[in-house]
Structures are given as C-alpha cells and as structure tokens.
C-alpha cells in the first residue's frame, strides 16, 4: 500500500533493539548444533525451530519471555557468532529503512556462562563496521545491564578492564539497564549511573513497561538517565508527562513487545495519542524482533493500523528519532 512505501521509506533510527533480540530460531538452533549446545530437552518447545517459533507466540509476561531469551543465548560462543547475529538484524533494519541504529546487548548474560567480553564485542562490532560499509547504516553499540542480578555484579562487569577499555576507545557509547522489572526499581543502581556519568557515557534505562510510572521517576531521579527505554506507564502521570515533554527526553516505545508480553492488550492501548498531545518525543523500536514476530517497520504499521498518524504526525515522530539519536549533530544533519 502507498502508506506502507511511506513508512518504508522514512528515515527511521531505532533506538531499542536487543542484538539478542534479533536471533532467530532458526539461527539458534544452526549455532546450538555447530557449537554442540544442548537446548532444554524438558521443554517441548526445544523439539524444532518452529516448535520454538510457536512458543513465542504465548509469552504470558516480561519473564515468560526472559526464560527463552536467556536460553537462546546459551547458542552464542564465538566472535563470529555475535557477528552472524548482528548481521541478521542489521538487514532487517536495512530492508525496512533503517538509517541509524542504536543496539544494546547484555554483557552479564554472556561473561556469566565464561563467553569473553572481548569475544561478544569483537562480533559486534565487526558486523557495526559491515552495516555501516554495505547499508549505509550508522551505529552505536549499548551495554545494558541486568537489574535481576545482585548490584554488585553489574559494578564488577562495569570495571572489568575489557569493559573499561571499550568504553575509553569509544566501541560502547552508553549504558542501559534491562531484564526483570518489578521489584528491581531503578535507584538500586545509582551508583553504577554515577560512574557511568563521570566517564562520560550516555544513559538510558528501561523504565515503566511491565512497572508503574514511579519507576520513571524513580530513573529520571536517581539515574539522570537522558532517554527512557519503553516508558508506556508515563501516561499515568500528566505532571510527570509534562516535565518529560520540556525536558526533551525521548521515549524508544515497542508496541508489538508491549502486547506480546502483555503490558497492554493491543497497540491501540500504546498511548501513542496522549504522547503526541503532550509533545512528548518517542521513537518507535522493535525490542526483540525475532521473538516478537515483527522487526521496525511491522512496529510502524501497527501504530499506524492502531492510531491512524496523519503524514505530518509521522514527520514528527521520525524527526524527534533522529533528534533524540545520541550519533553526532553532522549525521543527525544528513537524516533529516
Ligand atoms: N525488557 C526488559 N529486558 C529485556 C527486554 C525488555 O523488553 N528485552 C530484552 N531484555
Ligand atoms: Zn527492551
């Protein structure tokens, strides 16, 4: 359809995207053979690629879909492999007309089962340099860490010297913080924002998907993050909408995540309106594609199904996404 080419052809940045995320199963069980990985044999889910697909169709919450996330990665040993998983994202991303892409990826969740820090970062980044070689994409590459482990953990990794180093040459921009929500607020990792803030990294958090609004606060607060990942609770809170609209923070929203794991019952639950009333900034992101059944553009056109964005409203959406990318002023320049 003619919206469809429109939408195809926006100048799109997406700005929350796990890499781990993008792997398929059909990649997962390829690397889980090649690296003699035995996947769950308990679990009729693990029968076949498609057994598996199926599966991600009922996701009942966030941590019904962390358990398979965490046991897709265990597929995941060599450089190469992180470069294969990367790379099949970024020619989604291109397909769907992707211009500039901000990845995160979960360093606890590798270096914790002895997969290198230095071996995850290698793949990734070579499959970084190839995007932006062969597709003209730009990229930046966040460490999220995870709020389920001890906050002693997430300042082990954030000091290892793998880790510092990546951060002083630049191959790791920012940080964010991912995984189980509830019960872990925001505030328990001040310290580790803190440190973040004197090296000079850029913050973003996960912040008011499966929990409520106070846990937006809560990292606007304690974490002086300058973006929110998801966010879908701020509506919530008017006042608290009003001061994210001033201040310019930008929320990366993914409605297909927010319904397949049923923060929401559909897209036209996604309080897309409301933002768009207030002036909040949002981009619009995949999360996990390949366990949520849909990369950014599928993401575009639920919105677009669901809240019927007039041509104007999609410029603004698209603007404040390139606005709200942390690449430089220059780049942001030729995007828009
Ligand atoms: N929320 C929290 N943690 C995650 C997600 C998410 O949507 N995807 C991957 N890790
Ligand atoms: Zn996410």
Known sequence: SPLHDFLKRL????????????????????????????LPQGDPAFASPDALLSRYKDFTSLDDFLQYYYIGMSALIHSADFEALAWDYFQHASADGVHHAEVFFDPQAHVSRDVSYATVVTG????????????GITTILTACYLRHLPVADSLAMFHHP????????GTVKGIGLDSSELNFPPNLFKELYGKASERGLRLTSHAGEEGPVEYIRDALDNLGIE?????????DDPELMKEVAERQIMLSVCPISNVVLRCVKSVKEVPIRKFLAAGVRFSINSDDPAYFGGYILDNYCAVHEAHDLSIKEWETVCRAGIEGSWCSDKRKGEML
């Not at 793998?162 to 040459?169: C, G, H, I």
């Not at 973006?227 to 509506?235: F, N, P, Q």
């Open 11 to 38: 100048p799109k940045c997406e700005h929350h995207i796990h890499l781990e995320g993008a792997l398929s199963p059909a990649l997962l069980f390829k690397l889980a053979k090649q690296n003699s990985i035995t």
């Open 124 to 135: 990734f980044q070579a499959a970084c340099e190839r995007a932006e070689k062969e597709l």
């Open 162 to 169: 793998d880790v510092q180093e990546s951060y002083q040459n």
């Open 227 to 235: 973006r929110i990942d998801h966010g879908i609770r701020l509506a």
